[in-house]
Every structure is written in structure tokens, then in C-alpha cells.
């Protein structure tokens, strides 16, 4: 049997963490057995499912290339196909109208549950005559679950587990207005695009064997389930927004680079070996499903932007930057009013652990600044400085060919003239250069700013040094 997978999402806000992983491991054990990969919306909640969410969902997928062989398919375009089905259950008696009012329901839940009883419904109309059959009233469709035997699957990730029947209830497979709920409707999605393997959270794992009775039920072989446990924070709580982005396109926005985040969800309940760094290539001849963590995972903020710096300094410029250009748009930076940038991400790279500080490191080469930083300029912007920035423009001004070269030689010549040290020179030229302490070697700093943007800069400098002066 071919292997068919699929990610079903409900479009009712981004696509988060939690669910990309999933989505991950559903695409790579597809990729890694030749299968199919199906992008499924469950947007059968119309109230709270949106457009947006719909893309949010798409964008995210997108951005971490995990391209799907069909869909994306909606729920809601098929209604006539679950009606049909529900049809059929119930003209085969395995299905039937409930007439239960929600007064009704309210009463028993909470006589259950002072009688500390897991909520069941009682099946109260499940056994109605057909004079007591009034479909003209309200009603909804529940499935007619067995009685007696229990129900047992092998989990991929879990192993085997048992659930007896008398545990679960008739649930609800068309509510009052007709529309299917989700046990169902996931059941008849996943029997007609023949999916073989669902990887879920584990919090669906009470939902598995109410769904493989439904598949009894209509003569369909279920898929193979593997339940992924939840990602922690670092702290061993459930993921959340306090525990930093929990969605997947705010990683974007973050700084990060789609195959950092990838790799570093993979690894996220999945290992090959000590081997923390994966191709795309890799995961997919590696990955196995079964080789899926059974304890839960904690997200490490710290690690994944460790992982992130491996591949800012690994990755080559062309591939970085298509996603590098989307943070240069973002803060309006046009790389035509500067050096070449891909002479300065080899240098920069090396320190830069998201696309954000890689392009806060790059931006006084493309950009003016309205002031120095204020570190910075207290300790190298002294009046001390001003003779050495004073005879350094001159020189500066006086090079025809701005390269590296000349640019040093006149470092050197105007702290020979001084009879200071270098970093008498260099440091006040490089905070009046690029507004900061940090850079790299002068020269190529300078080379990079440009001759009249360096010295409009010095100006500056010497001016700020003025009314410091002014100041006292």
C-alpha cells in the first residue's frame, strides 16, 4: 500500500508551533516512503474560521516548504458527501436521531459529575420506536457506538492501547442545524483520500477509538495513528505566548531562517544518533516515524537560535538572501546606497544569531543615524578626541582612491603625528563612522561607509564633541 499522509488544520488562527511539527513529521514520513502529502482545512467551525487563518496556515506551510501532492481541500465543500454518509449509517441502523433537549443534557452532565462519573450520554433515544420519530423536531445524528468488546489500535509512538466501548458514548455526528462534527467528518476525509498513516497531537488520542468505530462502521480499514506528545517551555508548561512566539511566521519575523526552524523541529521529539544538524535532504532519507519520542519535548529558544547561527554562516549568499531581503525591506533599506552586501555578510554572519541582527549590523553602511550610541559616544567622543578626528578628516578628504589601503595609511600617519595610539585614533573614527563601538578593522569599515558619507559623519562626530564641550 502507497503511503498517503496529511495535515489537517482548523483555520481558526496561525499556524503555530505545535502544528508545524506535526505537519513536519506527516510530509517527511511521506517524502521518506515515495508517498503523498494532502493539505486538508477543517473549516467546518464557519463562526470562528476565517480567510486569514486560511492563509496564515498556507503562508506558514509555505515558508517552511513543505509543498503538499493535493489540496488544500475544505471541509465545507463537502458537506454533501458527509450527508450522504450519514444517510447511509442511518438506513443501516448504525446511526439515529436524538431528541434529547439541552436542558436535558445539562441536567444529566452535571448529575454525572457530582457523582464523579465521566460523562456519557445515556442513550436515551437509542432505542426510540418508530412512532416516537418525529424528525419535523430538533434533533441531532449520533452514531450508534457498540456496546459490548472493546476497541485496541497500535499507536506508532505509544504503543498499544485498549479502550472498551462501555467507555465511550453515542457522539454527535450532525448537530441540530445538520451540520457533521469533527469525529466524523475527519473519518469519512480520511477514508476517502485513502490516508494510511495520521500523525496528531496526543490530545486527539481520546478521539482515535470512537473514529475507528466509525470505520468499522462503514467497512473501511482506519489509518495507522502516531501521537506526538506536546512541546513544554523551558519551564515544563504547556507552549505559550509567554514562553516567547508560538507561531511559525513570527519566527519569520523574528529573525529566523525557514531550515533552522525546520531542523530544529525535527529534533524537537525525533533524533538521529548525536547528529543535530539535518539537510533537508537528510530528514528525508532519515526519518522514520517510528523512531518518534514518546515523552513530551521543551522548547529551548536558546538552541534554536544557536542553530540558527550554524545556518546564517553556512548558508550561501544567494540562498540567504531572498529571506534576508525580506528584513531589508521591512526597515527600508536599499542596498544600492552601499557596498556590495554580500562582502559584508561573511564578515557579519559570524555574530549575528537571527536575520534581524544581521541586518541591524549592516544598516549604517546603507543608512544615515541621527545619533551615536550612547555608550559609545561617552567613552571615545571626549574632547580629547577632537584633535585626532580634526586631523584624520583632512587626511581622509585628501584620497582620490578610497580603498582600505590608503584609508589605513592615513590612520597611521595621523597617530604617528599625534604620537597616540591606535585606538586613540581608530576607536573615536569608528563610533563617528558607524555610530557605535562595534565594527569591523577600520579600513574596510571606511571603505564600506563611503568617503563623503564617512566624512559627513566625522562632521558630525566633531560637532557633538563641540556642544559636549559647550556643555562643560
Sequence with gaps: ?????????????????????????????????????????????????????????????????????????????????????????????????????????????????????????????????????????????RFKNPEEGVVTFKDVVKGEITIANKELDDLIIARTDGAPTYNFTVVVDDMDMSITQVVRGDDHINNTPRQINIFKALGAAAPEYGHVPMILGDDGKKLSKRHGAVSVMQYRDDGYLPQAVRNYLVRLGWSHGDQEIFSMQEMKSLFNINDINKAPSAFNTDKLKWLNQQYIKSTPVDELMPHLQWHLDQQGIDLANGPAIDRL???????????????????????????????????????????????????????????????????????????VGMGKVGMPLRVAATGGGMSPAIDITLEWVGKERALARIDMALAFIANREAQG
Design 1 to 141: 500500500m502507497s503511503v498517503k499522509t496529511r495535515f489537517a488544520p482548523s483555520p481558526t488562527g496561525d499556524l503555530h508551533i505545535g502544528g508545524a511539527r506535526t505537519a513536519l513529521y506527516s510530509w517527511l514520513h511521506a517524502r521518506a516512503n515515495n508517498g503523498e502529502f494532502v493539505l486538508r482545512i477543517e473549516d467546518t467551525d464557519i463562526e470562528r474560521s476565517t480567510p486569514e487563518a486560511v492563509q496564515a496556515i498556507m503562508d506558514g506551510m509555505q515558508w517552511l516548504e513543505l509543498d503538499w501532492d493535493e489540496g488544500p481541500i475544505f471541509q465545507t465543500h463537502r458537506f454533501s458527501r458527509y450527508k450522504e454518509v450519514i444517510e447511509q449509517l442511518l438506513a443501516e441502523g448504525k446511526a439515529y436521531p436524538c431528541f434529547c433537549s439541552s436542558e436535558r443534557l445539562d441536567t444529566m452532565r452535571e448529575e454525572q459529575k457530582a457523582n464523579k462519573v465521566k460523562w456519557r450520554y445515556d442513550g436515551k433515544c437509542r432505542h426510540l420506536k418508530p412512532s416516537e420519530v418525529d424528525l419535523s423536531q430538533d434533533h441531532v445524528i
Design 345 to 419: 555578510i561573511p564578515e557579519f554572519a559570524e555574530r549575528a544569531q537571527t536575520l534581524k541582527e544581521l541586518v541591524a549590523a549592516v544598516t549604517t553602511y546603507y543608512q544615515d543615524f541621527d545619533e551615536f550610541e550612547a555608550k559609545a559616544a561617552k567613552k571615545h567622543l571626549r574632547p580629547v578626541a577632537r584633535p585626532a578626528l580634526e586631523l584624520i578628516r583632512s587626511k581622509l578628504e585628501l584620497i582620490q582612491n578610497w580603498q582600505p589601503q590608503a584609508i589605513q595609511s592615513s590612520v597611521d600617519e595621523t597617530a604617528k603625528e599625534l604620537d
